[in-house]
């Protein structure tokens, strides 16, 4: 888990560091896996760092990637500001409202779960057999990556 203020530069480096670490465990920046995780991180970050921001309070990013799944996690530290479980595009002339309907679009599964401050938002993706592939031959040791980014085995 890593933590980011909660503010469009967190929101930046968040992304960032998701598609640096991704990059890390063989999901290539250029591959439909990296683009839909970064949309992703994006997203639930913006949301973190706007709807979920409390004054002086970070939010958190948690990527774990599993043989089959590669797991996306933000939290941040207002929990009476719950998404909706299934979101509605907004009306098209809205300038805002479309990150969670891109989120249920892109991931397998989605959702929030509750925690002792705030909440997490949560989503999925598949990794599919070439995704599989790729991550398992081209994964870097775990060694190389820093404790606040997880790669687990189910």
């Known amino acids: 888990m890593q933590r980011f203020s909660a ?4 929101a930046r480096l968040a992304r960032r560091l998701a598609r ?4 890390g465990w063989g999901v290539a920046y250029d591959s439909e896996l990296s683009d839909a995780a970064e949309a992703i991180v994006a997203e639930l970050a913006a ?6 921001r409390v004054e002086g309070r970070d939010f958190e ?6 043989e089959d799944t590669l797991r996306i996690e ?9 998404p909706s479980e299934t979101p509605e595009p907004p009306a098209p ?3 805002s409202g479309r990150g969670l309907v891109i989120v249920a679009a892109l991931a397998a599964e989605w959702g929030v779960t509750g ?18 592939s ?3 031959a081209r994964a870097r040791p775990a060694a190389a990556m820093p404790a606040a980014i997880q790669k687990a085995s189910r």
């Open 7 to 10: 503010t469009p530069r967190g």
């Open 93 to 95: 002339d809205e300038e």
């Open 47 to 52: 949301n973190a760092a706007t709807h979920g």
């Open 61 to 66: 990013l948690a990527l774990t990637l599993y």
């Open 20 to 23: 640096y670490h991704l990059d």
């Open 134 to 136: 790729t991550v398992a």
């Open 74 to 82: 933000v939290a941040d530290t207002r929990s009476e500001r719950t």
């Open 115 to 132: 925690r002792a401050v705030g909440k997490t938002v949560w989503a999925q993706l598949a990794l599919g057999e070439a995704g599989r």
